[in-house]
């Protein structure tokens, strides 16, 4: 399976789906550390893949995006952005409604 095909597997698996740098559990830098915080302040399940596993899989989600920075967060098969994007969504009240109206159950209201 290469890259992109792996990629679009668990985009199209998982209504939300972080791609960052380790683990939800053992984050491997700060902006992936950040995003998995107010995933699960929200308490949105989601499903990660941690890019470190291969370099083809850690430049595949960079040109599946288009987009240079990881982590990236999609939602119902659309990129959402990296951690800025996501904390100003999430400061806004921006990604709890994007959340919300892609039917993803949420633990709490912020």
Known sequence: ?????????????????????????FPQCGFSGQVVQILDYLGAPYGSVNVL??????QGIKD????????????????????DIVREMFQAGELQTLLTEAGVPLKQSA
């Open 1 to 25: 399976m290469s890259a992109k095909d792996f990629i679009q597997n668990a985009i199209d698996t998982h209504d939300v789906v972080l791609f960052l740098k380790g683990t939800p559990q």
């Open 53 to 58: 596993q291969s370099d083809e899989l850690r």
């Open 64 to 83: 599946f995006s288009n987009w240079p920075t990881i982590p990236q967060l999609y939602v119902k098969g659309e990129f959402v952005g990296g951690c």
